[in-house]
């Protein structure tokens, strides 16, 4: 089977990974170890859910804007910080480029609950700590303390006070967890001759990257500006 992705230049095929071969994905930088999509002369290696993934999605942790896969970083420095888990990245991401909102692609699909075998029940994902007067609040399992600003697993029975990191919690993805919201998704109905027509998922993404890269240009001028006060 192959198959052509909007992040690399050559057509990739579908691979079934042999027991004990491993290949590391470039789209979220973990192991493969099943059905990878592959482009064998460039090293270009992708896990099938990767590959998948949706263009758009409407994701719940910022509601305000769909966020736009991208193959990489648009930041001068080539690299971001995922606003889920606070790590570095250098590949793909889920970005809101008029937010600066920018999300591993494998913390984008994290499950909304998972069972962990350290707790007796359920945790939940969630995407802001409670108010809990300026108290630190630490990992059960690596026992480090939660960013406030990232995502984290937690216990809904207030007793419990069991709270854990997104990476200690879970390395399951769900792949499609969200819908896609592009344009091109929407329901497509019958408009007059005059309509103006309606932007395409390039359109929509080119015009997001457009605006990213006026904001970073305005906020060097003022700290350029800044220095001469």
């Known amino acids: 089977m192959e198959y052509k992705h909007f992040g690399h230049q050559h057509t ?21 170890h099943d059905s990878i999509f592959a482009c064998w002369s460039c090293s270009f290696f992708l896990h099938e859910h990767c590959g998948n993934a949706n263009r758009y999605v409407k994701h719940p942790s910022h ?21 889920g888990c ?3 990245g250098s590949s793909f991401s889920y970005c809101c480029p008029m ?4 999300v591993h692609l494998h913390c984008a699909y994290l499950p909304p609950k998972v069972t962990h075998q ?5 945790v939940f994902l969630s995407f802001k700590l409670p ?33 854990i990191h997104t990476f ?33 998922a390039e359109d929509v993404l080119a015009e997001m990257l457009r605006i990213q890269i006026q904001l970073q240009m305005a906020q060097h001028i003022n700290q350029v500006n800044s220095n001469y006060i």
């Open 131 to 163: 108010d809990l007067g300026g108290a630190a609040v630490h990992c059960k399992i690596c026992a480090k303390e939660i960013n406030p600003k990232h995502w984290y697993y937690f216990c809904e029975k207030p007793e419990c006070g069991f709270r």
């Open 63 to 83: 509601p305000e804007h769909p966020l736009v896969l991208l193959p990489s970083p648009t930041y001068c420095s080539s690299s971001y910080l995922c606003n």
């Open 99 to 102: 937010c600066e909102v920018d």
């Open 168 to 200: 200690c919690a879970t390395n399951e993805v769900k792949p499609g967890l969200y819908g896609d919201d592009g344009p091109e998704d929407q329901v497509q109905v019958q408009t007059p001759v005059c309509a103006q027509p309606q932007p395409t």
């Open 86 to 88: 606070g790590a570095p």
């Open 118 to 122: 350290a707790h007796q029940h359920d």
């Open 12 to 32: 990739l095929t579908l691979y079934k990974v042999p027991t004990g071969q491993q290949y590391q994905c470039h789209g979220c930088h973990l192991p493969c």
